[in-house]
């Protein structure tokens, strides 16, 4: 049973286009996360919801949108991409927001 | 506010050799601790997280970390590498204060030799 999910795995697109990617966990946590990471792996939060509420929003492009349905779900989606967002956008999930929970990872190519 | 330094980019060691992976961090209290392994194209695993207590704590895999206040260190330890062991390992620090939001340090990669 895979406890945090994303999908898709892979994503290769165009600039200028829209994408979403999506994030689920099963394992019950009210906290979801969502995170960047560049080419030279650095890792960096970009935003974090606590059953459903937007709780941390780093300095982010307004073209990056949340969006909680439930606490079980947290969706990314991108608006008019951009070369720099090719990274991997990494999912993460907490039950108490003590520790993390990562999900596989989204790797986002823009070409 | 916090951050988190990981001296040492790369680091190559022998298979059952031991190793040590060192993490400075900067934050005015205690914050969590945590180190993460990522494997070459996977996700993070959590290895071991440090609240209070204790500071020798023990994780999964054999690797150990100490909490040094003094020196705003979580040094990683494994006394007996396996191949298995090569991945990146990154140290993040956890301020409840801040969401709870993980700032990580830039990793450091380790390769193991035969």
């Known amino acids: 049973d895979t406890a945090v999910s994303q999908t898709p795995k892979y994503l290769v697109t165009q600039m200028g286009n829209d994408k979403s990617i999506k994030c689920e966990q099963n394992l019950g946590h009210d906290t979801m996360y969502w995170y960047k990471q560049d080419s030279k792996k650095f890792l960096k939060i970009m935003f974090s919801?606590?059953?459903?509420?937007?709780?941390i929003n780093e300095t982010v492009p307004n073209r990056f949108s949340p969006k909680s349905p439930d606490k079980a779900h947290l969706n990314l989606h991108i608006n008019s991409l951009e070369l720099g967002d090719s990274a991997v956008y990494f999912c993460?999930?907490?039950?108490?927001?003590?520790?993390?929970?990562f999900g596989p990872g989204t790797r986002l190519t823009v070409l | 506010a916090q951050s988190v330094t990981q001296p040492d980019i790369h680091i190559t060691v022998s298979e059952g050799a031991s190793l040590e992976l060192r993490c400075n961090y900067s934050?005015?209290?205690?914050?969590?601790l945590f180190w993460y392994v990522q494997s070459p194209g996977q996700g993070l695993q959590l290895l071991l997280k440090?609240?209070?207590?204790?500071?020798l704590v023990q994780g999964i895999k054999g690797f150990e970390a100490e909490f040094k206040r003094s020196q705003s260190s979580f040094n990683l330890r494994k006394p007996s590498v396996h191949w298995s062991d090569a991945a990146e390992y990154f140290c993040a620090v956890g301020v409840k204060a801040a969401g709870n939001k993980l700032t990580f340090g830039g990793g450091t990669r380790v390769l193991v030799k035969p």
């Open positions: 919801y606590n059953n459903k509420e937007l709780i």
């Open positions: 993460a999930s907490s039950p108490t927001g003590e520790w993390q929970f």
């Open positions: 440090y609240f209070s207590g204790d500071t």
């Open positions: 934050y005015g209290a205690t914050p969590y």
